[in-house]
């Protein structure tokens, strides 16, 4: 704002209230005062104007007053350099977060998937961050009309390098030679990629399964990661399945034992980082028992109407505020 035009325009404001001290001055006052904040009028600006304009309207004016205005003036200084850092700080916050929502928007394309559509599994899946961008990965391959494989990992930490590693793993998996290939095999090459490329301060556990849909053969290998858990619809029963390996990245030379599992009708392979399992309530973290809980109370149900009120259970229980990156899949075999 041109200084002349400041002076001229405080001065009609502030003559209108000197005369009549009404509320429509006042208002006149606080939309200048909305107007030169967008011009980034600074406030020992203002107070200068107004000192002038004071000493015009009333040259009488005591000396004590137009000394402390002086006075006002020189704190106006020092208060005016804080509040231009703070505004130059908060636009720097503004560019960040944008930047960070582009990245966000990326890292979702980026790490986007399909969830295979077979006549004889039927699958559920739900995926949500904590914070803007997310530590955790889940991906799917369908293999032709025999077989897919499913992924799931998680970087131990949040934000931006844990969202970064996740994309350098789906990379690393889609410059894979072949999509069938036993995990085991999967777990053993991508280890070797994250123990060359990733920060040592950083962690990946990962689970890596291939579901034969002949044979309904379930074959799977561990880095670390959650064990699953199996429900026997038979037996009407939920337990892990054992499975165990070398976190990624620990040992370049580490190798992953692989493990079968035979899926009969009903039967449930459930799948989560831990973000499921240590969400916390005010008495601490939830037992393995309470999810178990809760999606026995939706057994009745498909397996995505089962993730997604999971979910919404267990936000609800920690009063909407996701604490950890939060991955849940269901594989259930129909026929």
């Given at each position: 704002?041109?200084?002349?035009?400041?002076?001229?325009?405080?001065?009609?404001?502030?003559?209108?209230?000197?005369?009549?001290?009404?509320?429509?001055?006042?208002?006149?006052?606080?939309?200048?005062?909305?107007?030169?904040?967008?011009?980034?009028?600074?406030?020992?600006?203002?107070?200068?104007?107004?000192?002038?304009?004071?000493?015009?309207?009333?040259?009488?004016?005591?000396?004590?007053?137009?000394?402390?205005?002086?006075?006002?003036?020189?704190?106006?200084?020092?208060?005016?350099?804080?509040?231009?850092?703070?505004?130059?700080?908060?636009?720097?916050?503004?560019?960040?977060?944008?930047?960070?929502?582009?990245?966000?928007?990326?890292?979702?394309?980026?790490?986007?998937?399909?969830?295979?559509?077979?006549?004889?599994?039927?699958?559920?899946?739900?995926?949500?961050?904590?914070?803007?961008?997310?530590?955790?990965?889940?991906?799917?391959?369908?293999?032709?009309?025999?077989?897919?494989?499913?992924?799931?990992?998680?970087?131990?930490?949040?934000?931006?390098?844990?969202?970064?590693?996740?994309?350098?793993?789906?990379?690393?998996?889609?410059?894979?030679?072949?999509?069938?290939?036993?995990?085991?095999?999967?777990?053993?090459?991508?280890?070797?990629?994250?123990?060359?490329?990733?920060?040592?301060?950083?962690?990946?556990?990962?689970?890596?399964?291939?579901?034969?849909?002949?044979?309904?053969?379930?074959?799977?290998?561990?880095?670390?990661?959650?064990?699953?858990?199996?429900?026997?619809?038979?037996?009407?029963?939920?337990?892990?399945?054992?499975?165990?390996?070398?976190?990624?990245?620990?040992?370049?030379?580490?190798?992953y034992q692989q493990y079968e599992k035979q899926i009969e009708v009903d039967d449930m392979v459930i799948l989560f980082s831990d973000g499921v399992t240590?969400?916390?309530?005010?008495?601490?973290?939830?037992?393995?028992?309470?999810?178990?809980?809760?999606?026995?109370?939706?057994?009745?149900?498909?397996?995505?109407?089962?993730?997604?009120?999971?979910?919404?259970?267990?936000?609800?229980?920690?009063?909407?505020?996701?604490?950890?990156?939060?991955?849940?899949?269901?594989?259930?075999?129909?026929?």
């Amino acid at each position: 704002m041109n200084y002349d035009k400041l002076e001229s325009e405080y001065k009609e404001i502030l003559s209108a209230y000197l005369n009549r001290q009404s509320e429509e001055a006042l208002y006149k006052g606080q939309e200048f005062s909305r107007r030169i904040l967008g011009e980034k009028v600074s406030p020992e600006e203002i107070i200068s104007v107004h000192k002038a304009m004071l000493q015009d309207l009333s040259p009488e004016i005591p000396d004590n007053i137009l000394h402390s205005l002086d006075f006002l003036l020189e704190v106006m200084i020092g208060y005016g350099i804080a509040y231009r850092e703070h505004q130059s700080l908060r636009h720097r916050q503004q560019e960040i977060q944008t930047e960070i929502e582009i990245a966000a928007n990326v890292q979702q394309t980026l790490l986007e998937t399909k969830i295979p559509e077979t006549d004889s599994v039927e699958i559920g899946a739900i995926s949500v961050a904590a914070k803007h961008m997310s530590g955790d990965y889940y991906h799917f391959v369908h293999n032709e009309k025999d077989s897919f494989s499913v992924a799931i990992a998680d970087v131990i930490g949040k934000g931006i390098p844990a969202a970064m590693c996740m994309s350098m793993i789906k990379y690393a998996m889609d410059s894979l030679p072949d999509t069938r290939v036993a995990p085991s095999y999967v777990l053993g090459n991508l280890n070797r990629v994250v123990e060359q490329n990733v920060d040592a301060s950083m962690f990946i556990t990962m689970f890596y399964g291939m579901y034969d849909l002949h044979k309904h053969l379930f074959s799977f290998s561990s880095a670390g990661h959650e064990p699953p858990l199996y429900f026997d619809a038979k037996k009407n029963e939920f337990y892990e399945l054992d499975a165990r390996g070398l976190v990624l990245g620990i040992d370049r030379l580490a190798t992953y034992q692989q493990y079968e599992k035979q899926i009969e009708v009903d039967d449930m392979v459930i799948l989560f980082s831990d973000g499921v399992t240590e969400c916390r309530t005010e008495e601490g973290f939830i037992e393995v028992d309470k999810i178990i809980d809760l999606i026995r109370s939706y057994i009745h149900l498909p397996p995505q109407a089962i993730v997604e009120l999971v979910y919404r259970d267990l936000e609800k229980i920690q009063d909407f505020q996701l604490r950890d990156d939060f991955t849940l899949i269901i594989l259930k075999r129909k026929v």
